[in-house]
């Protein structure tokens, strides 16, 4: 479609015997914030690497702004790129730092200067803009990190877990910024292990895992996957195959992952839980808490994969 920025087409790529990305196929429209959501070895860094330049051995297609992002080096111009590990120079300051990075763009001089004043200003950065890198919190370098990936002024920026290691008041901070960016028409892909971040600031959200897509949609369409059923966590002192095989002879229980000591399913009608905990403890299975939740993310997430996020 004429709208659309970016368009993947069954993108693969293995390293030895594991498969990073297996016929990987999305696309993306002009101010949408796509979330890639999924657990360690998802794939979601093999894919940002790929449109980034950084991973070659590749196949599949990716055409960008209605051409192969690959054939044209000006084509990359117009991506930005912020990587999971910060990429500046800690012995420089922010003002510094943006000046050498928006350099490699060959943007002029005074355009360039007003730029990184005005990244300063988003950030919240510029009582600390001639202050060295080093002195900064966790926080204030993630922001610079993303920073120093706008200072071009992309229209399609890839952001790679920006949120690792700081703390709730910095990643509420930061991802307020990136969603202001994707309403100012800036496209943008975000990949994140967090499940609020993805509510909170996605348009669409793609679920991963083994380098396949096995769910891709807005919130409310990715939880109409597992409908109106009310979502129970049990947790207990038990194994993982005893309370399976308890749970697996009961009608209209639909077990989404089961673990020692923690079941996650989901029920039709939460009036049956009393007659369901007389029967664990009928059965000697000892538990411990029960929360009850409506459908949401986490729901949609375990019912795919069988397993937490976390995991």
Known sequence: MADEILEIKKLNKSYDDITALSDFSISLKKGEILGLLGPNGAGKTTLISILSGTVKDFTGSVTFKGKN?????????????????????????????????????????????????????????????????????????RRLNVAIGLIHEPELLLLDEPTVGIDVHAKVKLLEIIRNVGEKGTSIIFTTHQLMEAEEICSRIVIMDKGAILANGTLDELIKIVGEKELVDIAGDFPAHRIAEILKKIKDVDILSVTDNLANLTLDNTDRIPSLLELFFKNDIKVSDLKIKSPNLETVFLKLTGRSLRD
């Not at 790129?81 to 003002?95: C, K, S």
């Open 69 to 141: 992002l690959f054939s044209n080096r000006k084509l990359k111009n117009h991506l930005g790129i912020v990587p999971q590990d910060m990429a500046f120079y800690e012995e420089l300051n922010a003002v510094d730092n943006l000046l050498f990075w928006g350099g490699l763009y060959d943007i002029p001089s005074g355009k360039l200067k007003k730029r990184a004043a005005e990244l300063l200003e988003i950030m919240e950065l510029k009582e600390r803009a001639k202050e060295p890198i080093k002195n900064f919190s966790g926080g204030m370098k």
